[in-house]
């Protein structure tokens, strides 16, 4: 049968203070990160990327950290607004034989409040 | 504009029916997947096709099918198979494997 998945940690943070929100990778070999963002009842977003050879990479309003001594990868939001409320998700990618493949973080609920 | 497409937005279905799930995109993109979303989990993959006419198992494919027939869709079938098939589903393209994926708005699925 099938297992079933965990549920997903939350995060809740005050509007207008700095959320970070962390990701902990499972494969060395991954060489591309990215950030997704998922609102209620739609399809991920892209927010950011982050190639293997950078420890960190800056958007508008957030920015992405790598530490690839310990296998963590960490999505900073500045100045947290209510319609930052959502799942964020990162992503990693590598190669898997003749393939190669993103695998999917367990994803984090990000609350915010008014 | 070019995106990925997904319809229906709410689909139910009785026991015992198969029914099937329509993704299409413009995108030009080679690699397509179908996901599973369960409410407060994450993503599972089902179904990825790198290129037409070949497509591959995910991590939950038993009591699903697919095709590939045309590069711009990507068509789930949930069979009566599927034990428990209420869920969220979500098609997604890239240009290959572990690039971008470009989703589309997903369709929720309802066993009345």
């Known amino acids: 049968g099938e297992s079933v998945g965990l549920h997903l940690p939350t995060l809740s943070v005050q509007e207008g203070d700095n959320s970070i929100i962390n990701c902990a990778y499972s494969n060395s070999a991954s060489d591309y990160f990215i950030w997704y963002k998922q609102e209620s009842g739609k399809g991920p977003q892209f927010i950011i990327d982050?190639?293997?050879n950078m420890d960190k990479r800056q958007g508008q309003r957030v920015t992405v950290l790598l530490n690839k001594t310990v296998k963590h990868l960490s999505l900073q939001i500045a100045a947290t607004q209510p319609g930052d409320s959502a799942v964020y998700f990162c992503?990693?990618?590598?190669?898997?034989?003749?393939?190669?493949?993103?695998?999917w973080g367990l994803g984090t609920s990000l609350a915010v409040n008014p | 504009d070019g995106g990925i497409t997904q319809s229906p937005k709410y689909l139910f279905r009785k026991e015992g029916q198969n029914v099937t799930l329509s993704c299409e995109q413009n995108l030009n993109h080679d690699a397509m997947y179908w996901y599973r979303q369960d409410p407060g989990q994450g993503l599972r993959l089902i179904y990825y096709s790198q290129i037409v006419n070949d497509f591959q198992k995910g991590d939950i494919a038993e009591g699903y099918s697919v095709s590939r027939e045309k590069k711009e869709s990507f068509p789930l079938t949930v069979t009566s198979a599927q034990k428990n098939p209420t869920a969220f589903y979500l098609c997604a393209s890239s240009w290959g494997g572990g690039s971008e994926a470009f989703f589309g708005q997903g369709t929720r699925l309802t066993v009345v």
């Open positions: 992503a990693e990618a590598l190669n898997a034989g003749n393939n190669r493949k993103l695998i």
């Open positions: 982050i190639r293997s």
